[in-house]
């Protein structure tokens, strides 16, 4: 029987941090996101929503609890590659994690970081601020009061959609996770905990399209990419499926 969503404080989370151990794990994400679908998860959507993307538009785009900022990354290079003006804000409230997405970002001007708490957005940001809004690997951190409070502020703050991007809670999930941070494998510590931990805060299908519902986001499609990984997308009129 499948048990319930279950959170556990993950050690990336504590504002205590050891910086090295954080950059370890910050890094083992952007690997896990690379190689297992997260960024080209993301990269497909925005693709086929950019193919009636005016030329002479930029798209704005909301990275919410952006961590090392690895997806923004990766949307600026394919902008640039496609010749697509792009605006990508990330977010993100952990201090010394903004400051690791710095670090990793350098300096490239489609990329803004911001510090902001993802519950309190309205208040840094007016409706509409943005075209799209991605959030990856993070409404699995929050209780489910505060998931429906995140997306019904990012599905405010665009005008044309909205990405959620995270883990499926489940038997394969479970099983993956372990053999992917088996000790041996050169996972850091903290990384193999929050893994482990994450996948017991995921989301089933059911859980996820309820979400969904009670937002009253329009147009939701969902995706399954192999044992662990899903996205939900939600699209306005006008903006491709």
Same mark, same amino acid.
């Given at each position: 029987m499948l048990t319930q +969503? &279950?959170?556990?404080?993950?050690? =990336?989370?504590?504002?205590?941090?050891? %910086?090295? %151990?954080?950059? +370890?794990?910050?890094? @083992?994400? +952007? +690997? @896990?996101?690379?190689?297992?679908? !997260?960024?080209?998860?993301v990269l497909a959507h925005l693709r086929n929503w950019a193919k009636s993307w005016p030329s002479d538009k930029t798209m704005r785009i909301l990275d919410v609890g952006t961590g090392s900022a690895d997806i923004p990354l990766a949307i600026a290079s394919w902008a640039q590659r496609s010749k697509i003006n792009v605006q990508i804000t990330g977010v993100d409230v952990h201090a010394k994690t903004l400051a690791a997405a710095r670090a990793f970002v350098g300096d490239i001007p489609d990329i803004t970081l911001e510090q902001a708490d993802a519950l309190k957005l309205m208040d &840094? #940001?007016?409706? !509409?601020? @943005? $075209? #799209?809004?991605?959030? !990856?690997? @993070?409404?699995? &951190?929050? %209780? $489910?009061?505060?998931?429906?409070?995140?997306?019904?502020? =990012?599905?405010?703050?665009?005008? &044309? !959609?909205? *990405? /959620?991007? $995270?883990? *499926?809670?489940?038997? /394969?999930?479970? *099983?993956?996770?372990?053999?992917?941070?088996?000790?041996?494998?050169? *996972?850091?510590?903290?990384?193999?905990h929050d893994a482990r931990v994450s996948v017991e805060a995921g989301f089933t299908r059911e859980e996820v399209m309820k979400f969904a519902t009670r937002v009253g986001l329009p147009a939701v499609a969902y995706r399954q990419y192999n044992f662990h990984r899903f996205t939900l997308t939600s699209t306005k009129p006008g903006t491709p499926k």
């Open positions: +969503r &279950h959170l556990v404080p993950e050690l =990336m989370d504590d504002p205590d941090v050891d %910086e090295a %151990e954080l950059a +370890r794990s910050l890094q @083992f994400i +952007r +690997r @896990f996101n690379q190689r297992l679908g !997260g960024t080209s998860a &840094h #940001y007016q409706p !509409g601020s @943005f $075209d #799209y809004a991605h959030a !990856g690997l @993070f409404l699995h &951190h929050l %209780e $489910d009061v505060d998931v429906l409070t995140t997306l019904r502020i =990012m599905d405010r703050l665009t005008t &044309h !959609g909205l *990405i /959620w991007n $995270d883990l *499926i809670r489940g038997f /394969w999930a479970r *099983i993956g996770v372990r053999l992917l941070t088996l000790p041996g494998t050169g *996972i850091p510590a903290m990384a193999r």
